[in-house]
């Protein structure tokens, strides 16, 4: 297993893979090789975790640059410290603690504050990435707001390595709100779950998050209410009649939506994970319609479905070829990471 | 031409096409063909003719746009939305939009509004703007500091090729489809790649109580020190903007919108959410403001005030008008800690250059617009604006900082980029350019610098049969 410890080196041992033309299987710590479709033996291992430094942190501009090898809960606690986080909440539970920033961003894991705050591609302000031909290239950069040139880093996440490997990546992070305060309520059926999402997405107060469980404990909707107290009251005396949690046992609830997925996955090692994406008019009969084990971040579009055995594979849309284009023009013999991405690429 | 378009698709005629060489920067250049098409299949069929001729072809919107995005700098054809401005569909359920790259910013929201909706990114031009040239340009506005700028708003686009081939990108769902996020890369690539053809926006839900707050300051640094003292205190105002006494003062004397004649600089800042929270933040912000030594914290009382507030922000560029025959607006950012020093710096630079600049800052986000006042009719004066402007990006650089918040690159800052970007990064950007328009029929002359984009050569339409 190739380690860089520098940007440079890691580029340059791209380079030389590519000028041997020897397959690579890149990653971090590769937690995630249960994620977006196949791995397949490289002749060559290339892990980014050896870069892990903490580049830059601006509390005050709150801004922050890190290296990709960084596990993401690493960052998180540097951000905690300062009252800040980066409010991404990736899949989490045992195997996958020491999930990578860059993994994260290749996978493109969001959670159940998305509806809030927005996905990574929202979040991240710059990045650097090492090309096969052993260039470092940099998009983006170190303030909030940036048009200069291309985005690029967009293409980077949820690529899964399949063009280049991130070496560093800027973020602009968010202050920890003062109050939070999660709701849950039980349905009969998913339908009535959605009506009442509806029913909260079409009101005047706007849910940190809003998924939908549906599993063999039936069907729950979660709501998380944050800012200061009036938000959080404002939302008790709307959802009254929701059981609802605050401190260490809300922060349970949501532990245990984002350890759904990688527990499953360990329970069931024939199994997978279909990421649904649907408009969110349809979200309740494309639910209602899977029978198995789900979860909707319902403000989102996005149903998460669980399967034990033979998932269904998952189409890559490209019908001007664009994307095999642009896979084509980072790596010309197919060599990063082959078989990621659905085997599209 | 005629026969794709019809008799009136399109201007030819030199007195037509001298209306088309500008857009609200200060660089010029005057197109060979000024073309409407209706639809995608007459935008095909454009592009298709235009390749033909080896002619570049350059999209257009509202031409407001400030960094000559618009401008058909090596002539050619410029194919305007002006006749594609439907709203196609609104589509509450799925919090979206389907509209033509046509459609005039504001007008998004107004549809909308009433349902209680709106669409957020808001330029200062957002009641002339089209969503096309949003898209191309990635815009942003005064309420970026809240929502983000265009990019992230945008859920899918049909986009036509320089070949003529048509593609869509992402839909309906809020999350980007499976595969490479082709809208997070088209959007921003400001006509060099594409010519967007439908667009599929997000729509968000209006908040219940917004409240708009202006606070006077004797010293520009105080308004500065402000914006720190407010994250600080971890508040999250949807929009702080800035302007300096010398804006003040024009904006004043043309709107009337009651600003105070004598202030250094006031910041303007808006509060959103749900009534009680917004109400608390007011007087966390007016504390905030007080402590970093504000003259006076006024609140609108009710939405005539609030309007006319932003009547003066958003139609400052208009009010500068009156006083000098034409300006520069510079788009740079430094990281939101260093407002205060960068006012020093341009301070000095208008100094130096014996030039008049006012002052008016997206100050939450670090954005800058600081506006050169000049007669461009005297001898040197517009070479003489166009390097103070570069010195302050090159200011903005150094600090670690950008040369664009959101008017884009154009023509206007293509050169900077060279000390923005590594060498490395524009063959990049140059790398996806000729991927997407292998022949450089696109927008030519834009974005990159020179060495790094395609060789344009001019070709006279002189073959061309109108």
């Known amino acids: 297993m190739i380690r860089p410890e520098t940007p440079q080196q890691l580029a340059e041992a791209l380079r030389m893979l590519a000028g041997e033309h020897r397959s690579i299987r890149m990653g971090g710590n590769f937690t995630k090789d249960r994620l977006g479709g196949p791995t397949t033996a490289a002749a060559e291992t290339l892990t980014t975790a050896g870069l892990r430094r903490l580049l830059q942190y601006e509390p005050q501009d709150l801004t922050v640059s890190v290296e990709a090898g960084m596990p993401f809960a690493e960052l998180q606690r540097t951000l905690a410290e300062k009252g800040q986080m980066l409010p991404l909440d990736p899949f989490t539970g045992p195997g996958w603690e020491s999930a990578t920033v860059g993994g994260v961003l290749g996978a493109n894991l969001s959670g159940p504050r998305r509806r809030l705050y927005g996905t990574a591609r929202d979040m991240v302000i710059g990045m650097t990435f090492a090309t096969l031909e052993g260039k470092l290239v940099q998009t983006g950069g170190m303030v909030v707001k940036n048009v200069a040139g291309l985005d690029m880093g967009k293409l980077m996440i949820g690529s899964f390595g399949t063009l280049a490997a991130i070496t560093s990546v800027n973020f602009k992070v968010f202050p920890v709100p003062l109050f939070s305060r999660t709701f849950v309520m039980e349905f009969p059926t998913v339908s009535k779950a959605f009506s009442e999402r509806d029913r909260i997405l079409k009101g005047q107060l ?5 998924d ?4 063999s404990r039936g069907c729950r909707l ?6 200061n107290q009036q938000v959080v009251d404002r939302f008790s005396a709307d959802l009254a009649q929701a059981r609802s949690s605050e401190g260490e046992e809300e922060s349970a ?11 499953f996955l360990a329970a069931n090692p024939e199994g997978g994970v279909a990421m649904i994406r649907t408009p969110l008019a349809s979200m309740g009969a494309e639910m209602e319609r899977l029978k198995v084990p789900c979860i909707a971040r319902a403000g989102s579009g996005v149903i998460y479905a669980h399967y034990a055995a033979d998932p269904p594979p998952t189409q890559v849309h490209d019908e001007s070829g664009m994307m095999k284009k642009i896979k084509l023009m980072f790596d010309p013999e197919n060599l990063m990471n082959r078989g990621r991405l659905h085997g599209y690429v | 031409m005629e026969a794709i378009l019809g008799p009136r698709g399109y201007l030819h005629s030199s007195e037509d096409l001298a209306l088309y060489q500008y857009d609200g920067g200060i660089d010029a250049a005057l197109p060979d063909l000024v073309t409407f098409p209706q639809s995608t299949e007459e935008v095909v069929a454009l592009v298709k003719l235009a390749a033909e001729f080896g002619m570049p072809i350059v999209g257009r919107g509202a031409g407001t ?21 439907r709203i196609l569909e609104i589509d509450l359920d799925n919090e979206c939009a389907v509209v033509q790259p046509g459609v005039v910013n504001l007008d998004i929201s107004l549809a909308v509004e009433a349902d209680g ?17 949003n898209v191309s340009e990635n815009a942003g506005g005064p309420h970026t500091l809240a929502y983000g700028v265009t990019t992230n708003h945008v859920l899918g686009m049909e986009c036509v090729l320089p070949d003529g081939t048509v593609f869509e990108t992402g839909g309906r769902s809020f999350d980007t489809a499976e595969g490479y996020d082709l809208t997070g890369l088209l959007v921003g690539s400001e006509g060099t790649m594409v010519l967007v053809t439908k667009v599929i926006v997000r729509l968000m839900r209006k908040p219940e109580l917004v409240k708009t707050m202006l606070a006077i300051y004797d010293r520009p640094e105080d308004a500065g020190a402000t914006v720190a003292e407010i994250t600080a205190r971890a508040i999250t105002p949807v929009a702080v903007e800035m302007m300096d006494g010398v804006l003040l003062r024009m904006v004043e004397e043309a ?18 959410g749900i009534r009680e929270a917004v109400e ?7 504390e905030a403001c007080m402590h970093s030594r504000a003259r006076e914290v006024r609140v609108a009382r009710n939405q005539a005030e609030r309007e006319l507030l932003w009547k003066g922000r958003k139609n400052a560029f208009g009010a500068v008008g009156r006083f000098a025959p034409s300006s520069l607006v510079q788009d740079g950012v430094v990281p939101r800690t260093k407002i205060a020093p960068a006012l020093d710096f341009i301070l000095d630079v208008a100094r130096r250059y014996d030039l008049t600049i006012s002052n008016i800052f997206h100050a939450g986000d670090g954005n800058l617009h600081p506006l050169i006042l000049f007669d461009p009719r005297k001898p040197g004066e517009t070479e003489k604006v166009k390097r103070a402007g570069d010195e302050i990006l090159q200011y903005c650089i150094q600090v670690g900082g950008s040369i664009t918040g959101e008017h884009g690159v154009g023509m206007e800052k293509n050169e900077m980029m060279a000390h923005l970007y590594s060498s490395d990064s524009l063959d990049a950007i140059a790398g996806f350019k000729k991927l997407f328009d292998p022949r450089c029929h696109l927008n030519p002359g834009k974005v990159l610098p020179t060495g790094h984009g395609c060789l344009e050569i001019r070709q006279l339409p002189s073959d061309l049969r109108y």
């Not at chain 1, 706007?206 to 809003?210: E, G």
């Not at chain 1, 609830?253 to 527990?263: A, D, I, L, N």
Request: hydrophobic share 45%; proline share 7%.
């Open chain 1, 206 to 210: 706007p849910p940190a998050a809003i």
């Open chain 2, 65 to 85: 746009g400030l960094s000559g995005g618009g401008v058909a700098r090596a002539g050619g054809v410029i194919v305007s939305f002006a006749r594609m401005n």
């Open chain 2, 117 to 133: 909706y709106f669409y957020a990114p808001d330029p200062s031009s957002q009641k002339a703007c089209t969503i096309g040239g």
């Open chain 2, 255 to 272: 709107y009337h919108a009651g600003y105070p004649m004598d202030a250094a600089a006031v910041l303007l800042i808006e509060l959103e």
């Open chain 2, 280 to 286: 608390e933040q007011v007087e966390q912000i007016r």
């Open chain 1, 253 to 263: 609830v949501w532990h245990e939506v984002r350890e759904f997925t990688p527990r």
């Open chain 1, 222 to 227: 979660l709501v998380r209410a944050t800012g």
């Open chain 1, 212 to 215: 939908v469980v549906n599993d």
